[in-house]
């Protein structure tokens, strides 16, 4: 299939976000509403006395590699080991986490704040990583844009494109739309961690994401599950 350059659906850019931004220090009026999301989700969360080491924000849009439909992610680092049931403690945030997308819809400027519980064991590999209750950069991102392997890129996107299209033209069943987005999501994975931000996976992963392949599976996702569940 045909694909817009590279460049134009995963653009770097100059500075950081201006709608959240303002120079290198996260505007006051967006420091304070994530502020009061994160507040809400702890509260969501409903674990007494779970400690928060500090709420950070990080991903593209604490970096230069934002687009239109980045997310703003929003994470609260904690340490497992310090919960009731450490062993648990993973799934526990994760189902929650998705309780709190199917009740919350945040957005904030026009982009959706995604809010995780991270292990301080296991931080994740980003660019920029900028701490809301210090407002000070933890890690602040460069803005040298790294070199890119479009081809490898373009390669990767123009599979799972084709992939994607198969699978929804046909009659898939919800397992397998899911396990099509798993294999995305450990894709993303695998090249956070071995390649970071700029990954030849986790570009092709937000390239597939810009062009709305992703949201395509998650509405035929939700279309099967409606289905299976009337009469």
Known sequence: MALAPIADLAPYHRRLNPRLWRSHRLRIGVRLKLMQTAIAFYRFLDIPQLPVRDIVLTGSNAAFNYTSLSDIDLHLLVRYDETSCPALAGNFFTTKKSLWNQTYNIVIHHHPVELYVEDIADPVRANGIYSILHNIWLQTPTSTPPKRNDTAVLA???GYADEIETLLVGEPS???V????????????NGLLRGGEHSVENVA????????FLQRLYDKRIELRDKSLSL
């Open 205 to 212: 992963y937000k390239t597939l994401r810009s062009l709305g």
């Open 178 to 189: 899911t396990d099509l987005l798993d294999r995305l999501q450990a894709l993303r994975r």
């Open 174 to 176: 919800p397992r397998e």
């Open 156 to 158: 990767k996107v123009g």
